[in-house]
């Protein structure tokens, strides 16, 4: 079945730098579109970005653009979250997902997430 | 950006009944040209990743029990939980999937009463 594990996150002061990762398995990764979500602690759901399948075209929510960076190694079945200049309001749990269609750019809402990687933001 | 309202905020229904949630979107999330609403619901159990319910509206995910059902189009969105049962106890979000960014609705907790 659909495996996805995320990891990397922890406590970094402000204006760093962190990189998450997200290991796939039981699904042929290099055909969906993958998806990056945040919750801040007693939140609700924040989309944080989008990459294609292929890696050839990305999309990020507002307030991430230009700090961080989705990747992706199909060769490896990983996913990447680069997150630069943190703010404390980028604590959160991090969670990938992968999207529901194959093939597709977008591939619709994710159905399949992993349990979060926490990240904590504060000096 | 598209807006998702939710409401209410929470409710409180006995086990059993019916429980309806309501969401709405600050502009259309219909494209004319398929006739799909772009539209999802969610459901997050405490401690749990969100688990998808309902795409396209209407549409139940696999696996998901029939007593879930959504409803609506265009801006107006419901979903329905036609018995409630002790594990649907959970926070509800719908998310729009038509335009970037994605948006999420702020969530409806559901409890028992």
């Known amino acids: 079945q659909v495996q996805l594990v995320e990891s990397g996150g922890g406590v970094v002061q402000p204006g760093t730098s962190l990189r998450l990762s997200c290991a796939a398995s039981?699904?042929?990764?290099?055909?969906?579109?993958m998806h990056w979500v945040r919750q801040a602690p007693g939140k609700g759901l924040e989309w944080v970005g989008l990459?294609?399948?292929?890696?050839?075209?990305?999309d990020y929510a507002d307030s991430v653009k230009g700090r961080f960076t989705i990747s992706r190694d199909n060769s490896k079945n990983t996913l990447s979250l680069q997150m630069n200049s943190l703010r404390p309001e980028d604590t959160a749990m991090y969670y990938c997902?992968?999207?529901?269609?194959?093939?597709?750019?977008?591939?619709?809402?994710?159905?399949?997430w992993g349990q979060g990687t926490l990240v904590t933001v504060s000096s | 950006d598209i807006v998702m309202t939710q409401s209410p905020d929470s409710l409180a229904v006995p086990l059993g009944e019916r429980a309806i949630i309501n969401c709405k979107s600050s502009q259309s999330v219909s494209y004319s040209s398929n006739n799909k609403n772009y539209l999802a619901w969610y459901r997050q159990k405490p401690g749990q990743p969100p688990e998808l319910l309902i795409y396209w509206a209407s549409t139940r995910e696999s696996g998901v029990p029939d007593r879930f059902s959504g409803s609506g189009s265009g801006t107006d969105f419901t979903l329905t939980i036609s018995s409630l049962q002790a594990e649907d106890v959970a926070v509800y979000y719908c998310?729009?999937?038509?335009?970037?960014?994605?948006?999420f609705g702020g969530g409806t907790k559901v409890e028992i009463k």
């Open positions: 998310q729009q999937y038509y335009s970037s960014p994605l948006t």
């Open positions: 039981g699904f042929t990764f290099n055909t969906y579109a």
């Open positions: 997902a992968r999207s529901l269609y194959s093939n597709t750019w977008y591939g619709g809402p994710p159905p399949s």
């Open positions: 990459i294609s399948y292929d890696g050839s075209n990305k």
